[in-house]
């Protein structure tokens, strides 16, 4: 397939309907979509259209919080670093085999940093004992008998 830039709103709508191809089918993640979330596609893709249609292209169609779905989305199922590495990969792959260009590279730079934030902000939430808080010692060393 020969690549191409990511110009417009066509091609937008090709990274997303071909990403969700590949997520919807995945052994790792897909259930989480598929079964858990029960995505309603009609309904998620022109978001999702909106979404990278703003980041990539500046259309400024999306002003919704990305966030939000995710954190009511973890109380049904932990959404563990795994699952998070996994989305990566996938989105990586659907950019690098259709796309080139300085907005492919932007959209991968985007995905990773949002996908950072979310895991983290997630992993807090599920594994509060993972806190930097419990490697503070209790007793100050310098005063210990
Ligand atoms: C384990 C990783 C992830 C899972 C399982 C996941 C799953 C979901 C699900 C189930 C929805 C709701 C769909 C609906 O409306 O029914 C959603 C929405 C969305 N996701 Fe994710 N997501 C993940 C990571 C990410 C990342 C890293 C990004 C950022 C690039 C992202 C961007 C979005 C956006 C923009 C929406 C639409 C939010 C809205 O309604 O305004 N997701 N995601």
Not at 49 to 72: E, I
Not at 104 to 114: E, F, Y
Not at 137 to 143: F, I, R, S
Request: glycine letters at 6%; hydrophobic letters at 40%; aromatic letters at 12%.
């Amino acid at each position: 397939m020969k690549k191409r830039e990511i110009a417009n709103t066509e091609d937008i709508m090709e990274l997303v309907n071909s990403f969700y191809d590949k997520v919807k089918a995945d052994d790792v993640i897909g259930f989480i979509f598929n079964d858990v979330a029960k995505v309603d596609w009609s309904r998620h893709l022109p978001v999702m259209y909106d979404f990278w249609g703003s980041l990539l292209l500046g259309s400024g169609s999306y002003g919704r919080n990305v966030m939000d779905p995710h954190f009511k989305l973890n109380k049904l199922i932990p959404l563990e670093p795994v699952f998070f590495e996994r989305w990566l990969q996938l989105f990586e792959a659907t950019v690098n085999e259709r796309f080139t260009g300085e907005k492919a590279t932007q959209a991968i730079s985007r995905a990773r940093s949002i996908k950072g934030i979310m895991s983290f902000k997630m992993d807090q939430i599920n594994h509060p004992e993972k806190g930097t808080d419990k490697n503070i010692p209790l007793v100050n060393p310098g005063h210990q008998q």
